[in-house]
């Protein structure tokens, strides 16, 4: 039976630097990539990022990034991780369109890969080996979107 990781990269038990990554035998998808804002911050520090140095042991393992919304302490992080780790993002059209924003503003559109829009109930088959339901939430940001991950080795 094929075992289910879940790696907190940031947001646990903090506001802010949302990043979460399911690994299933040799694949792993990233959710959300979010920044934080430091309450106390030495001299220039206006923003903290997840440490994606992590994920370098599993590169080849990395098969897509999924944003839940666009709220900075889901996208902020974005460019900084589409440049250590190129993958296609899925999001609601909206989130695409905050995302694309952020990434223009580092001046890397033509060189990311191409998006993803999910649709209402969108079912990503594309990602092997657990396929996942984008859902609609209700919450104060238009198109938020839950991550329902529906693997086949089931959880435990």
Same mark, same amino acid.
């Given at each position: 039976?094929?075992?289910?990781e879940i790696?907190?990269?940031?947001?646990? @038990? %903090?506001?802010?630097? =949302?990043?979460?990554?399911?690994?299933?035998?040799d694949?792993m998808?990233?959710?959300?990539?979010g920044? @934080?804002?430091p309450?106390?911050?030495p001299? @220039? $520090?206006?923003?903290?990022? *997840?440490n994606f140095d /992590?994920?370098? %042991?599993?590169?080849?393992?990395?098969?897509? &990034?999924i944003?839940?919304?666009?709220h %900075?302490?889901?996208? @902020?992080?974005?460019?900084?991780?589409l440049?250590?780790? =190129? &993958?296609? $993002?899925?999001?609601?059209?909206?989130?695409?369109? &905050?995302?694309?924003?952020?990434?223009? %503003?580092h001046?890397?559109?033509? =060189?990311?890969?191409?998006t993803?829009?999910?649709?209402? /109930?969108?079912?990503?088959?594309?990602?092997?080996? /657990?396929?996942?339901?984008?859902?609609? =939430?209700v919450?104060?940001? *238009?198109?938020?979107?839950?991550?329902? *991950?529906?693997?086949?080795?089931? /959880?435990?």
């Open positions: 039976m094929s075992k289910i790696i907190p990269l940031g947001g646990i @038990g %903090e506001f802010g630097m =949302n990043c979460m990554g399911i690994r299933v035998d694949e998808i990233i959710v959300d990539a920044m @934080g804002f309450e106390e911050t001299y @220039g $520090v206006d923003i903290s990022i *997840p /992590f994920l370098d %042991e599993y590169a080849s393992d990395l098969t897509a &990034l944003l839940t919304h666009g %900075e302490d889901h996208i @902020g992080a974005l460019p900084y991780f440049k250590k780790f =190129n &993958l296609p $993002v899925y999001a609601s059209r909206f989130t695409l369109a &905050l995302a694309d924003k952020r990434l223009s %503003e001046k890397m559109l033509a =060189n990311v890969l191409p993803k829009v999910f649709s209402r /109930f969108y079912l990503i088959r594309q990602m092997r080996p /657990f396929p996942a339901e984008h859902l609609q =939430n919450m104060l940001f *238009p198109r938020l979107r839950k991550f329902l *991950p529906k693997p086949k080795a089931g /959880f435990s």
